[in-house]
């Protein structure tokens, strides 16, 4: 399913990953944990520009802005102790991201209608978890609720993403996009429904993982059809 190069770059992003976790949880190494953290996602922009040469350029094109934004995005939330404006940056930096990524798999819609019932199970999860979050929002209120429906839409557009594409491309990305999804809910309960336990360790671990599913996903659709 991986390729050499990709066996050997998974090596290293996840030792990258393991770093920022380590960093993050050391206050001696705080200052490490600036240069970790933004290398998770520029070591996928350095792997995916490399190898996506058989990518229509729109494809490329989107993905590489959506990467870039999630780099802004991980800088930005790292000054939140700083200034409370750096999360919503940070929100605005991400949701750009989602949006390229939206654009990005609707490129591979399929024409075909598919099974309605795993949507209105992520509508479902979208409502609960506004729900949840609702009382403890304040002045984010609106900015959060279209937070939310922007990564539905990002998981919904993975879902649907389905046309001339191998099997396992669309199964990596589909399930990259609910890993960020659970990424983002794990932030947002923790910052405004109830403080998390090693909440940094869950989100940076399932926000990586979504970020190299995407990423490999992206760059095997053009692989020949394999039942995984």
């Known amino acids: 399913m991986l390729t050499t190069v ?19 949880l050391v206050p001696d190494l705080s200052y490490a944990h600036y240069i970790a953290k933004p290398a998770i996602v520029t070591s996928l922009i350095i792997l995916f520009y490399n190898n996506a040469n058989n990518l229509p350029s729109k494809i490329k094109r989107l993905t590489l802005f959506a990467l870039a934004f999630s780099v802004i995005g991980d800088i930005l939330l790292m000054f939140v102790d700083f200034s409370e404006h750096y999360f919503m940056f940070g929100l605005v930096a991400f949701l750009l991201a989602h949006v390229m990524y939206i654009f990005c798999f609707l490129n591979n ?23 949840l979050l609702k009382d403890g929002l304040g002045d984010l209120l609106l900015p959060v609720v279209f937070y939310i429906l922007v990564i539905l839409t990002m998981t919904v557009s993975a879902y649907i993403r389905k046309k001339n594409i191998s099997e396992i491309s669309y199964l990596l990305v589909l399930i990259g996009a609910l890993c960020f999804m659970i990424s983002d809910s794990i932030l947002a309960i923790n910052k405004f429904y109830k403080a998390i336990p090693y909440s940094g360790i869950y989100i940076m671990t399932t926000y990586a993982l979504a970020q190299y599913l995407i990423v490999l996903g992206i760059l095997k659709i053009n692989v020949t059809n394999t039942k995984v």
């Open 6 to 24: 990709e066996k050997q770059f998974s090596i290293l992003f996840f030792i990258i990953v393991l770093l920022e976790i380590i960093t993050g």
């Open 109 to 131: 819609k399929a024409k075909t209608k598919g099974t309605y019932w795993f949507i209105l199970l992520l509508v479902a999860y979208a409502v609960g978890l506004f729900i």
